[in-house]
């Protein structure tokens, strides 16, 4: 299949997050997408292309999904901490204040650090001087997925980094700025395509995709996640949310507890497949975090690497027009492999 790789992403390199009173090194770093990159190429699973260029559609695209004050936030955010001091050339920008509950946003706050935690949601997402260049090209492989998909390849798989699926339509968080599977929905969606579904397989809760989409009965987004009540990100993703207004019945949340083995996960994978067969979609966009490995350091669920071809293959049995987009998975030395057998076992069945 077609592989969309962001050559800019090695401009986006976090150097800290917080974790428990302390700065420690990140987890989602550049060398997770050379893996994966590298693995498909040794596999040969298909060419390495660019994604294209920004054109008016993608343009606007991106600004219906996420607030032009938050993506303007995030393309002057570098120079404003360099206007600050020079100094902080050799810092990350991290949040130290958010509005939490009964205060407001709608109010731009002029102060920069007062704007960086009105737009986030942790400390555990800086933004470097690359990330606004990294994110953007990463979006753009997405929407070169999608469009792949919508001219006849039966599936494109988006090697975006940063990921994306915690972004929503304006905030960051979670490693994540913009929402690359989201975006590919959107492309399927403004090409005619009537009904879009999303599965995200992330160990972690789509919080970003759920809010964008959960007013909608176009796109359905059914996630697969570590309970919210004790996993990141914690104040959504509980089983409860089914979707707003129109788009009530549209969001499906299948929750697991921290130690979860492959029979379960599978099991609980079967159903979510059943609610995306049962809204017979047009086209299935895939947000792939392989975090579920039973070797990640962030992470609690036991998959083992032979596991992900089953789930290539799982996914492929529904046959779909298919855009799977890298998301997830920080046990380095095993993303590729992972990541590489879930694309083989979709390919292979
Ligand atoms: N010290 C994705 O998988 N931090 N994001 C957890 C670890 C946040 C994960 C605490 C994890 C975000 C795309
Ligand atoms: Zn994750």
């Avoid at 339509?169 to 929402?179: I, M």
């Avoid at 969001?251 to 609610?275: I, S």
């Amino acid at each position: 299949m077609q592989i969309f790789h962001n050559a800019l992403h090695h401009t986006h390199a976090g150097r800290q997050e917080m974790f428990r009173g302390k700065l420690v090194p990140c987890h989602e770093t550049p060398s997770r997408v050379d893996h994966v990159l590298a693995e498909c190429q040794r596999r040969g699973l298909g060419p390495v292309l660019a994604p294209g260029g920004w054109t008016a559609d993608r343009e606007q695209r991106l600004r219906h999904l996420h607030t032009p004050r938050y993506l303007d936030f995030l393309a002057g955010a570098w120079d404003e901490w360099m206007a600050q001091d020079p100094a902080n050339a050799a810092l990350d920008i991290l949040p130290s204040v958010w509005p939490g509950h009964a205060f407001r946003t709608d109010v731009l706050p002029s102060n920069f650090s007062a704007r960086v935690g009105l737009f986030s949601f942790d400390a555990g997402t800086p933004i470097t001087a690359g990330t606004w260049s990294a994110a953007r090209q990463g979006a753009l492989c997405a929407m070169a997925a999608a469009d792949a998909v919508l001219q006849g390849e039966r599936a494109a798989f988006a090697l975006s980094r940063p990921p994306g699926h915690h972004a929503g339509p304006d905030f960051f968080g979670g490693y994540c700025f913009l929402n690359n599977a989201a975006l590919a929905a959107q492309t399927l969606r403004d090409a005619g395509c009537a009904r879009v579904a999303v599965l995200d397989v992330d160990y972690h809760h789509g919080n970003g995709t759920q809010t964008l989409f959960e007013s909608r009965n176009d796109v359905l987004t059914v996630s697969i996640h570590g309970d919210p009540r004790t996993e990141y990100p914690f104040y959504l993703g509980h089983a409860d949310e089914r979707g707003c207004g129109e788009g009530e019945g549209f969001n499906l949340n299948l929750l697991l507890p921290r130690g979860t083995q492959p029979d379960r996960w599978f099991a609980t994978l079967e159903a979510a497949c059943q609610t995306v067969s049962d809204f017979a979609p047009n086209a299935l966009v895939v947000s792939l975090g392989v975090d579920t490995f039973e070797g990640d350091p962030i992470s609690g669920f036991h998959l083992r690497s032979s596991d992900y071809l089953r789930l290539g293959r799982t996914v492929a049995a529904l046959g779909l027009p298919t855009v799977w987009v890298f998301e997830g998975g920080y046990a380095v030395a095993e993303v590729g492999i992972n990541t590489a057998n879930v694309l083989e076992g979709f390919q292979a069945a």
